[in-house]
């Protein structure tokens, strides 16, 4: 194997399969990444078992090919050196089967490879019938519910961000018990078979790290038993599924309220983050919202620091007494992306709603919390 690419080039793609690696991975060979070198393509590929993510960088003026090959390179190791060279291209070379020499003009580092062949054997395969949509209305979906899901392992199906597939409709959904977040787009195109899956929270959250900011480019979902592979631009991200059947969470959803209130979303989430700022208990942080008189009223009290009372002039001839976590408010009120937000009552110790004023397409939902 013998090739020269530009150094910011393979920076890029070796900063994004690395995300990959695993320090605590028991198989040591996965602390590596595989470089498979074809005539016109370099395939490099990193692997924790849970996740894993290709990319490919085709052969032209960044990288010259001049002797094909594969090998495995410690992933730590590779990483700091092209980032610490300084030059605009980086040679790659095996010598002596396992030994790779990478060298500039004015440095050489010679590493000890692994045998291509000891890399486990990863199916990238792609699936016939796919869903395809933005980059950024799959980012919006995945921000609007992931952070609903469960950090207890205990119930490990709730861990995950339940996406379900049906003709043209795409939901997704996650939930902790205590709160819920829900989310419906319509697709431009029917999939032929549907599915109903569940994904691992927090590789979303590294699949979200590879999504750059204000991409307009396409994303597909490639949907299988045990797996989904995400492929965007020259990026392939597998993420394992997990097992298990998901609650119906569209049961927890009220279908009657008792009335609506359009606030400014904005000045809502302030003010409810000024009433928590007392409460330094961040796995309690319990406030009581109250609507009287045509007042909103936010108050917050603990017995060692003090008391808070946030107020706002509104217009509502229902009155309501109701406690939540300050914390999962924020953070359905952070999902917002209209100016006001609708919240809809059901009763005072019935679910508090959430949902944008000029779009159906997402449902938060915060459980009360009993302060007597």
């Given at each position: 194997m013998k090739l020269k690419i530009k150094r910011v080039?393979?920076?890029?793609?070796?900063?994004?399969?690395?995300?990959?690696?695993?320090?605590?991975?028991?198989?040591?060979?996965?602390?590596?990444?595989?470089?498979?070198?074809h005539r016109d393509r370099l395939v490099i590929t990193a692997s924790d078992n849970d996740i894993t993510i290709q990319t490919v960088i085709e052969k032209g003026d960044n990288l010259i090919i001049e002797n094909t090959g594969n090998i495995v390179i410690k992933?730590?190791?590779?990483?700091?050196?092209?980032?610490?060279?300084?030059?605009?291209?980086?040679?790659?070379?095996?010598?002596?089967?396992?030994?790779?020499?990478?060298?500039t003009e004015n440095s050489e580092f010679n590493l000890n490879g692994i045998e291509a062949?000891?890399?486990?054997?990863?199916?990238?395969?792609?699936?016939?019938?796919?869903?395809?949509?933005s980059i950024n209305d799959f980012k919006s979906m995945i921000l609007q519910t992931n952070y609903a899901c469960s950090l207890d392992e205990a119930r490990v199906v709730l861990t995950g961000v339940n996406i379900k597939i049906n003709d043209d409709n795409l939901e997704c959904s996650a939930t902790d018990s205590y709160?819920?977040?829900?989310?419906?787009?319509?697709?431009?195109?029917?999939?032929?078979?549907?599915?109903?899956?569940?994904?691992?929270?927090?590789?979303?959250?590294?699949?979200?790290?590879?999504?750059?900011?204000?991409?307009?480019?396409?994303?597909?979902?490639?949907?299988?038993?045990n797996k989904v592979i995400f492929k965007f631009g020259n990026i392939l991200f597998q993420s394992r599924l997990i097992s298990g059947t998901y609650p119906n969470t569209k049961?927890?959803?009220p279908s009657d309220s008792i009335f609506d209130l359009s606030i400014d979303c904005n000045e809502f989430y302030n003010m409810v983050d000024r009433a928590s700022i007392l409460n330094n208990d961040t796995d309690n942080n319990i406030i009581t919202l109250e609507i009287k008189n045509n007042l909103l009223k936010i108050t917050s009290m603990s017995l060692e620091i003090g008391k808070v009372e946030e107020k706002m002039n509104i217009s509502c001839d229902n009155d309501i007494k109701i406690s939540f976590s300050a914390k999962y408010m924020m953070d359905a009120l952070r999902t917002i992306k209209s100016k006001n937000v609708i919240l809809t009552f059901v009763g005072e110790i019935k679910p508090i709603l959430l949902k944008n004023d000029d779009s159906n397409n997402l449902v938060c939902l915060i459980l009360p919390i009993r302060t007597y």
């Open positions: 080039v393979l920076l890029e793609a070796l900063n994004n399969v690395a995300k990959a690696i695993s320090t605590k991975n028991i198989i040591p060979i996965l602390s590596g990444i595989k470089f498979e070198l992933g730590k190791y590779i990483l700091d050196i092209i980032r610490k060279l300084d030059s605009e291209f980086i040679n790659i070379e095996i010598i002596d089967d396992h030994k790779i020499m990478i060298f062949r000891e890399y486990p054997d990863i199916d990238l395969t792609l699936s016939p019938d796919f869903v395809n949509m709160r819920l977040a829900l989310r419906k787009e319509k697709l431009r195109s029917t999939v032929k078979n549907s599915a109903d899956i569940i994904v691992p929270s927090k590789n979303l959250n590294e699949l979200l790290k590879l999504l750059s900011s204000g991409d307009d480019g396409e994303i597909e979902m490639h949907l299988f038993s049961n927890l959803i």
